[in-house]
Nanobody, 128 residues
Framework: QVQLVESGGGLVQAGGSLRLSCAAS????????MGWFRQAPGKEREFVAA????????YYADSVKGRFTVSGDNAKNTVYLQMNSLKPEDTALYYC?????????????????????WGQGTRVTVSS
């Protein structure tokens, strides 16, 4: 059974940094795309970033480009989201997601229905 467990959320001041982790278990993820999504209070869930385990390709939402970095550690089956220069509008519940996605493009990796497996989320609060 696939399990995704996020951690690393918390309260941080604007301009600060956090690193989120997503530990994956239950199968071999080498052919998977790992995505990060977020949902702010009263808003729909939105794509943040994604990484392909196989190709190392990374994808980002325009709102986080240049501030967030997604990376993975194959040996630990863990994906990270390094978040720098945080803004109050980054406040949200952050979710990790996983699935095989083909073809890979920003269109397919940013779509929530491309992913069957989801974590429970970790909360990020950025104060102004």
């Amino acid at each position: 059974q696939v399990q995704l467990v996020e951690s690393g959320g918390g309260l941080v001041q604007a301009g600060g940094s956090l690193r989120l982790s997503c530990a994956a278990s239950g199968r071999t993820f080498r052919s998977y795309v790992m995505g990060w999504f977020r949902q702010a209070p009263g808003k729909e869930r939105e794509f943040v970033a994604a990484i392909s385990w196989s190709y190392g390709s990374t994808y980002y939402a325009d709102s986080v480009k240049g501030r967030f970095t997604v990376s993975g550690d194959n040996a630990k089956n863990t994906v990270y989201l390094q978040m720098n220069s945080l803004k109050p509008e980054d406040t949200a519940l952050y979710y990790c997601a996983a699935d095989r996605i083909w073809p890979m493009s920003i269109t397919t990796v940013q779509a929530m229905d491309s992913y069957d497996y989801w974590g429970q989320g970790t909360r990020v609060t950025v104060s102004s």
